[in-house]
C-alpha cells in the first residue's frame, strides 16, 4: 500500500532481518514502522537497537493488543507516535509524513507539507 504513495519499503520478515536491513541501508531509511509484538524480537527490543544505532531515526509502533501499555511502553522507548490497530491507511500516511517533514524541517530543508513524499525508503517489519 506504501508504494502506491511513492514511498520505498523494505519489509523485515524475521526479526533478526531487522537491524541487518536497518544498518545496511541506515543513510536511506526515512522512517522505521514496528508492532510492538513480534514474535522473537519483540517492538522494545527492536526500538531499542534502533536507537542504540541512530536515537533520531523516527519510529510508529503499532499494536491492537493491550493498546494502552503497549502505547506508554513505546513513549517510555522515546517513540512518541503509536498507531492502535486496527488503523487507516490515511492515519498511517498522515503521521508519517508529519514525522518526514518535521526531519527534513530539522535538517533545514524546505519541504511544502502538501506536496506528497515520494521516493522515501521505509523500513516495514511484518505483520503490518
Known amino acids: 500500500m506504501l508504494e502506491t504513495f511513492g514511498y520505498r519499503v523494505l519489509t523485515a520478515r524475521e526479526d533478526e532481518d531487522s537491524m541487518r536491513l536497518y544498518t545496511a541501508d541506515q543513510t536511506e531509511i526515512a522512517l522505521v514502522l514496528t508492532d510492538m509484538m513480534k514474535p522473537l524480537m519483540d517492538g522494545p527490543t ?3 537497537a534502533l536507537r542504540k544505532t ?5 519510529i510508529i509502533a503499532s499494536s491492537g493488543l493491550a493498546e494502552k501499555e503497549r502505547a506508554a511502553e513505546a513513549e517510555q522507548l522515546g517513540v512518541r507516535n503509536f498507531l492502535a490497530k486496527p488503523f487507516t491507511a490515511e492515519s498511517l ?8 517533514h518535521e526531519g527534513s ?3 533545514g530543508s524546505e519541504t511544502n507539507a502538501s506536496v506528497p513524499q515520494i521516493d522515501v525508503e521505509i523500513l516495514r517489519f511484518e505483520g503490518l
Open 54 to 58: 541512530n536515537p533520531r531515526i523516527p
Open 46 to 48: 527492536i526500538i531499542r
Open 105 to 107: 524541517r530539522s535538517c
Open 93 to 100: 500516511l498522515k503521521m508519517m509524513d508529519g514525522l518526514i
